[in-house]
């Protein structure tokens, strides 16, 4: 079971393992020099070891938010999984984990600037305990540097009477420091599993706070508040021998007084380039925005589902990808992702959308498919189709025998590999590998079953009338039911069909053996290659 896992999940483990080494080797390498570099002796005098861990934590936290856009640039990994071989066959399926790996740079991001805004923040305390009166020896020359002219300053806090809080929003780094702490809370606390299945809409529009987020970032490091001594002030002042001989700074030539300005700021230099590819990304979808989408057919299901075929000119899809949707006249801004359930092979695209949330509910409404007649197309909203996006399902082509599992609403992509299959296998001039598919849906409510088992149904008798009944093996399992339909079912068991999906396969009850299970398919086809898409 382990090596089956290694075998999968390879890649995703040595690039996590990757980003994992390189945040250390940029943490460790950072913090290593600013604990031991000659210019930066003073100021670790005031502040101690917490300058090597902001200063180690800034740069990781810059490396993380170079990376943090270019996971959810769609178009960018679609360019990637078209032009790369390395990202043809299996492979690609990985570039589906964009989001999980969205999810680990943000935890990165996270937990860097938590360590960056503790270290500066003792950094001020310690600014602040330095200017005052006992502060005594090298830290108090330190922090009296400034005072006069032709002196630089080493310590941002001319006066131990200031207020570190006044101080620190009176500052470029203070007020930019804040607005990203504040965007960062919100958008990590709005991204919880809880908050985005009670509001998607909270989740959706927090998110976007990350502009504010990145102009901050990219303006933070603009008052150089850490600073260090200058590469001239090096050449004539040798700390080793001076920093001994403080109190004989201003008369002794071969100790003049040392001069320090702070670093050019970096951040916008690591975030540049992936925001320009963002942009880029956004100006995509808008013009892909402004593409007319003709809605051919709108059909409501009982068990809440709204089904809707459309047209787009130049539109090109494959089994499992997905499109994003919007209807302007819900939201102009919001874009919701929704699976493709059409073949390629058929002349519209189509998706099944289950009422959860208030876009979805809005939706519903706004296409009167409450049990209520349709409207003519030229009546209907206006629908916004960004796509399609995502791996496609194909690898099962590629093997004899091939197992779908599914659960719940997750069925989505299997309508449209399904029909696949069923095209493919009815055209003369296709030689196809695949001659077996096993298909396994478990499902909570029996009303889920409505509009995929007329899909089913259509298959079965299509492949009765076709000789083709041996192609497609489904298995459905119901874990939920009461004791009304418990009833029901037993009174109907005999029936020739399904009581519950209409269908000539029964209904399972429960959940499936898999031990049992996949035993049977291995003896069903014994020395045979098989593909396991789920």
Known sequence: MMGCWMLNESVSVVLA??????NLYLFIDTFRWYGEEESFFYTRVILGSTLAWARASAVCLNFNCMLILLPISRNLISFIRGASICCRGPWRRHLDKNL??????????AINATIHTAAHLCNLERYHLSQSAEAAGLLAALSKLGDTTNESYINPIRTSHTNTTTELLSTIAGVTGLLISLALILIMTSSTEFIRQISYELFWYTHHMFIIFFISLSIHGAGRIVRGQ????????????????YAKWQAAAQCPVPQFSGKEPSAWKWVAGPVVLYACERVIRF???QQEVVITKVVSHPSGVLELHMKKRN????????????????????????????????????VHIR???DWTRALQKAFEAEGQAIKEPRSLPRLAVDGPFGAALTDVFHYPVSVCIAAGIGVTPFAALLKSIW????ESQTQLKLSKVYFYWICRDPSAFEWFADLLLSLETRMSEQGKTHLLSYHIFLTGWDENQAIHIALHWD???DVITGLKQKTFYGRPNWNNEFRQIAYNHPRQHSSLCS
């Open 100 to 109: 999980q790996f969205h999810k680990l740079v943000a935890y990165g991001i």
């Open 423 to 426: 095209y493919k296998s009815c």
């Open 17 to 22: 393992l990757s980003w994992l080494g390189v």
């Open 230 to 245: 200058t590469p001239e002030s090096l050449l004539l002042h040798n700390v080793t021998f001076c920093r001994d001989h």
């Open 355 to 357: 009422t959860a949330g």
């Open 287 to 289: 013009w892909r925005f």
């Open 495 to 497: 029936e020739n069909t």
């Open 315 to 350: 539109f090109k899809m494959a089994p499992g990808q997905y499109v994003l949707l919007q209807c302007p006249s819900i939201s102009s801004l919001e874009w919701h992702p929704f699976t493709l359930t059409s073949a390629p092979q058929e002349d519209f695209f189509s």
